[in-house]
């Protein structure tokens, strides 16, 4: 055998293992990639729970701020009722008291 041949056996059976090696730190790259997506898929889910837990406050905030107005305009309404009652109810004081005073 000659050194030609024996270096080129040695070059063709180095040709799959440097194709594994390539290959196994190819796969841990794509691994570590993954893991980072994953890592950043969590982040973003829990980002957007937040924001749904935000919303859900929020539409409670407005739904108890409407109720609070729909009573603020119920008390004014009673309010003004009361006091036209009370108005009437001096008028007819007044003409009593001038229908005495004569």
Known sequence: MSIGFILLIAFLLAIPILIKYFLAFETK?????LRECEEEVKYLSAQWRALEREQLVMRRAINQ???QKRSARNRCEQLE???HAREELDMTWQSADVVAAT
Request: no cysteine.
């Open 29 to 33: 790259s794509l691994l570590d990639n």
């Open 65 to 67: 701020v409407s109720s």
């Open 81 to 83: 009722q009361v006091q």
